[in-house]
């Protein structure tokens, strides 16, 4: 099996964004979104992913970050799913829970196909790094949706909003890593085929 790897274009009035994602990966992580505080949390779940990742982002950011983290969790999906090809043999299910300081966060994941998020950011403070908490939410939904996976987020405890989102992108990095590992011969499901 060759490196599964894949380039997601998008360019709207919103965003104009370049991704390429590769699962069996290097480190390698170069994130450009134009805001700081993102790529510092998409470089942390890449890495902890084990993915090469090399995205670039140019948003319409003199309005807010809304359209570009919802943007680029579209096309980290997208990526996700298109390097997945037809998910033979992949784990599937995984889970990772993740302290950072006071913090800690827990994500379980399933790359059925079917898409889901369950995600209560009442812990997180209304605003995080001058951004209001909710483009994260946006994020995490639109990366599940478009990547076909079910995505549940849980804020354990904490109180500082950068600890709370790291713990979350790391374990979510941990979470993928294990669940795109090839350890079947088959496909992960009862039914035979996953959606």
């Known amino acids: 099996m060759g490196k599964r790897t894949a380039t997601v274009k998008r360019a709207t009035k919103e965003t104009d964004i370049l991704l390429t994602l590769t699962l069996e990966g290097e480190g390698r992580v170069s994130v450009d979104t134009g805001i700081g505080f993102a790529d510092h949390m998409l470089t942390l779940a890449a890495f902890w992913a084990g993915f090469d990742l090399d995205l670039t982002c140019r948003g319409d950011l ?7 983290l919802e943007d680029i969790g579209l096309c980290l999906g997208q990526a996700l799913s298109e390097a997945l090809e037809d998910k033979h043999g992949i784990v599937r299910v ?41 483009v994260w939410r946006e994020f995490f939904k639109s990366f599940a949706y478009r990547a076909g996976m079910n995505l549940h987020i849980q804020f ?19 979470a993928l ?12 499901s009862t039914k035979g085929s996953l959606d």
């Open 62 to 68: 003199e309005i807010d970050s809304h359209h570009t």
């Open 94 to 134: 995984a889970s990772a829970k993740v302290p950072m300081d006071e913090a800690l966060a827990e994500v379980v994941i399933d790359l059925s196909g079917r898409p889901y998020i369950v995600y209560d950011d009442a812990l997180l403070p209304d605003i995080i790094a001058g951004d209001e908490k909710d």
């Open 156 to 174: 354990v405890y904490g109180q500082n909003g950068h600890h709370l989102l790291e713990a979350a992108f790391k374990a979510l990095g941990i």
């Open 177 to 188: 890593s294990q669940a795109v590992r090839v350890g079947r011969s088959g496909v992960s």
